[in-house]
Structures are given as C-alpha cells and as structure tokens.
C-alpha cells in the first residue's frame, strides 16, 4: 500500500470515528482527544495533535450547519403539515393550539420539530393570516358586539404573548447551546489575541476594557469561562511557553510544573536538613537529652541524681541536673530559634511534617563522650 492510499485510509477512518462519536456541537477538542486518543482511528490520523484538532473543529462546524438546515426544514415541514390540516378541519382565528394538536400527533413532521415551544410558536404564526382578515372583517361590521371583541382581543393578546413567550424561550436555549460551542470559544480566544498586548496583565485589570468591545460583551460565554480561557491565553502566549513550544491541552505544562516542583521540595528539605546540623542549640541539647546524671557545676557524675548531699553546693549555689533541663527544650523553644530562617519558614504550609523531621533529627544525635570529674580528697 502506498503512502497516498495509507493516509487516505487514516483520513477515512478519523472521519468515521467523528461521525459515529462527535455528534453534538457542544463536544470539545479536549473532551473528544480525552476519550479517543487511544483509539487507533485517531492516533494514526494527522502528523500532531493540531491538525487532529482542525479537522475536529471543521466537522464540528459542518454538523452545526447540517443542524441549522434539518431544523429550518423541520419548521416548513411543519407550516405545511399546518396547511395540510386546514384542508380537512378548518382552522380559524378562535382555535386552539391545544385542540389542533391532538390531530397532528401522528404526523412524522409533528415530532420533527423538537421543542413543544416552538411549534406553538409557529401555530401563532400561522395564524396572522386569519388574524388580519378577521380584523378587517370587523372593521367592516363597527356595530358587532363589544363582548365578542373585548373577548378577542384577550384572545389576540394572550396568543401574542405565548409567541414572544416562545421566541425568548427559544432565543435562551440556543443562547445555553452555544454555551459550550467551538465556534464561541474560537471567537474569544481569537479576541484576546487582538487584544491583549502585554502578557503580565490580568483579567480583572483588562475586563473594564474588554466589556466596550461588542465581541466581549455580546459572548454567551459565562464569566468563569472567559477567565478560564484568559488564563489559557496568558500561559500559552508567556514567553517561557512560546520559549519551550508548551501547550496547556497536551499536558506539557503540567508535566513541567511537576518536575520543577519535585525539585524544588527536594532542594528546601536538604536545606533544611543542614540548617539542624549547623545550628549548635539543636546539637547541644539533643545530645544532652541523651546523657545519664549531668549536673552543671559538679561535671558529669553518674548515678548522683538522687543523692540528696547534691542539693546544695559549697557556697550554696545548688546543681542543677543538664538532663532536666534539656527535657524542658520542646519544639516550641526550638521553633523559637529557629523560626526566623527561611529554611525553617520554607514549610511554614507542613507545620506538622516540620515537627515530624526536628523529632527524627533529636533521635538520631548521640550523646556526647564524657569526662568525669574526681575531686581531690
């Protein structure tokens, strides 16, 4: 098989795999390439990603346009299963729409126009022919009776107001389908480029400006959205982005967040690890905690912790027991000296984990070799 006829059949079968999966217009490249990129139809398809994603896009746009034309052909399908009906059981200015319904159920061209909303509303129009010439017949009669037109009249209004009720209805739920749309999207995106100059700015400082353009203004997009996508915007087009060719769809930038940030952690914790061996506090009185009977004024003397003769010494100055007194250190002192050090502030977000390595440090020091004293007898 040649190349030609290979890539034919890749075009082929990613074409199909659009047909048979992406039928709606609010399905999204990101959403599309999450579930299919395994799928040999799309992965043998295209040389990258972007010219994946621009085939995607035309198709999305051509099953837009493919929807617009089946639904207005659902409504003159519908207009003339209208006229079909009148041939039958008249209708006029007094009927219905719930009554003349119940006759067109049936009807393959009822059920194609989707939305119950949208068929009174072209019922309503429907009937402004007869509406005008009733009109003009009671024109021709000024003596009818005033009831009759008060009543249609009420009738004339209250017709109007499900229709303009209908065409909100209407004009609301194409307004949510385009919510989610490509074409929204591309169109604001396209916008920022234009608009946006320098990089370093952020949404709220541009938003003032960006409501007196009608491209903004007018955008279905909600607000979250339109940061969202400012955001996108603003990575993509940084210089360290366009420096290193990353791209917040394809998961580069997260891959080279996450190693920065390995490295990073690694780097504060071995700077924290050095900032306990060279402080001298730490050293001192975790090797201290480890000595058996250390007393300040007497040397180290074992076994003299209860000896009451060790109370008072010759000028009354007492001993004091080093082992007691480096109990008493406990991480809040420690916190004290060392909380200034950025090394130490560095896990200022861990304050548990922090206590964790001071206490892991303590255990690992020794005590210290000893001297002891003997006095002269």
């Known amino acids: 098989m040649s190349k030609e006829e290979e890539k034919k059949r890749d075009r082929e079968g990613y074409d199909a795999l659009l047909r048979a999966e992406a039928r709606s217009t609010r399905e999204t490249w990101e959403d599309f390439r999450r579930k299919w990129k395994r799928d040999r139809r799309f992965f043998a398809f295209g040389r990258d990603d972007r010219e994946r994603e621009k085939v995607f896009r035309s198709w999305i746009k051509e099953l837009g346009e493919r929807k ?15 006229k079909n009906h009148v041939s039958t059981i008249p209708i006029t200015v007094d009927s219905l729409w719930k009554e003349v319904k119940r006759n067109l159920t049936k009807d393959p061209r009822y059920d194609a ?27 021709a009669k000024p003596k009818d009776d005033r009831k009759l037109r008060a009543e249609r009249a009420l009738r004339d209004r209250e017709e109007q107001t499900r229709a303009e009720r209908g065409k909100i209805e209407r004009d609301i739920g194409r307004s949510k389908a385009a ?24 949404y709220h400082e541009l938003e003032p400006t960006f409501f007196k353009h009608p491209r903004f203004a007018s955008s279905p997009i909600p607000s979250a959205q339109k940061q969202r996508l400012f955001a996108q915007h603003s990575l993509e087009t940084s210089l360290p982005a366009t420096k290193l060719g990353l791209r917040s769809d394809d998961g580069s930038m997260h891959r080279v967040f996450d190693q920065w940030m390995t490295r990073r952690n690694n780097t504060a914790r071995q700077d924290f690890q050095k900032l306990l061996e060279e402080n001298s506090f730490v050293e001192f009185w975790g ?19 209860d000896d009451p003769a060790a109370d008072d010494g010759e000028q009354g100055g007492g001993k004091a027991d080093l082992k007691t007194l480096a109990k008493a250190i406990t991480e809040k002192e420690i916190e004290r000296v060392l909380k200034n050090d950025q090394r130490y502030r560095a896990f200022d977000h861990i304050p548990g984990e922090r206590v964790r390595w001071v206490k892991d440090y303590l255990s690992s020091l020794s005590a210290p070799k000893l001297s002891v004293h003997i006095p002269d007898q």
Do not use: H, W
């Open 287 to 305: 090797k201290v905690s480890k000595i058996e009977g250390a007393v300040v004024d007497g040397g180290i003397v074992p076994g003299e912790e």
């Open 179 to 202: 919510l989610g749309s490509v074409e929204s999207e591309e169109d604001l995106m396209s916008f920022y480029v234009d608009c946006v100059r320098d990089p370093l700015s952020s």
């Open 113 to 139: 126009v989707g939305s119950s909303t949208l068929r009174e509303e072209l019922f309503a129009t429907f009937l402004k022919p007869f509406l005008r010439q009733s009109s003009f017949k009671e024109d």
């Open 68 to 82: 617009r034309a089946q639904a207005r052909k659902a409504e003159l399908d519908f207009m003339e299963l209208l």
